[in-house]
């Protein structure tokens, strides 16, 4: 089983709010990624990492923010929480030269009211 | 862009049949791999294929990579409810180093 977290698991919150969803690994990954998913439905990639000081947008327009200041640590951030925000967040890692293969974190359920 | 399109979009069975999903791409596939995600919960890495015609197997399991490799398809013989969840193909885009998921084929059962 992958060692990857994510904080919180579930998010209730107002609109206008500020946000950070956690997402951290103890695998050493270089790579981390950001998906947004609506229950049942597609991943949409919103960001990704190389490592440390690395961030890229993904295919999904979002609104939010991420960081990358230590390998182990991928935070996203909503500046302004909104309802269109509603979803469940995954966040996953790899480890380069392994084909890819991305670890998934528990996901946060997020709603905004 | 690269996307491999997953079909059917949902399957739903009676315990103890077949189930097949398909994923198709107009482009050569460097690999392909495969995920499980049951309901609420996160998607989990099944396999990974990558030569011309491969074929796999994880118990009732069968995963196959196209001789083109232009295609993949995952086959469960004799369904069980432990089955039940969204499977996902992937590919790899070698450029950008990252993983282009299908849409997905949520699988119910039927006990």
């Known amino acids: 089983e992958a060692d990857i977290y994510q904080t919180p698991r579930y998010l209730v919150i107002g609109t206008g709010k500020k946000i950070t969803l956690e997402c951290s690994q103890t695998?050493?990954?270089?790579?981390m990624y950001w998906y947004q998913q609506d229950p049942g439905m597609e991943l949409h990639l919103i960001h990704y990492s190389y490592g440390v000081n690395s961030t890229e947008k993904g295919d999904l327009s979002s609104e939010s923010t991420v960081s990358r200041i230590r390998t182990e640590h991928f935070p996203l951030t909503l500046e302004s929480a909104r309802p269109s925000h509603t979803s469940q967040y995954l966040c996953?890692?790899?480890?380069?030269?392994?084909?890819?293969?991305?670890?998934f974190g528990p996901g946060t359920r997020l709603l905004v009211l | 862009g690269q996307q491999v399109m997953q079909i059917p979009q949902y399957q739903h069975v009676q315990e103890g049949e077949d189930f097949t999903t398909y994923c198709n791409s107009s482009?050569?596939?460097?690999?392909i791999q495969w995920y499980k995600q049951r309901p609420g919960g996160h998607p989990v890495f099944l396999i990974q294929?990558?030569?011309?015609?491969e074929v796999k197997k994880q118990k009732r399991l069968t995963f196959q990579f196209g001789e083109a490799k232009k295609n993949s398809s995952l086959h469960i013989t004799a369904t069980q409810t432990t089955d039940v969840g969204t499977y996902f193909c992937?590919?790899?885009?070698?450029?950008?180093?990252?993983?282009?998921f299908g849409q997905g084929t949520r699988l119910t059962i039927n006990p």
């Open positions: 482009t050569t596939l460097s690999n």
């Open positions: 294929l990558v030569k011309s015609g």
């Open positions: 996953a890692s790899s480890l380069p030269g392994a084909g890819e293969t991305q670890y």
């Open positions: 695998m050493g990954h270089d790579k």
């Open positions: 992937a590919e790899i885009i070698q450029g950008a180093q990252k993983l282009v």
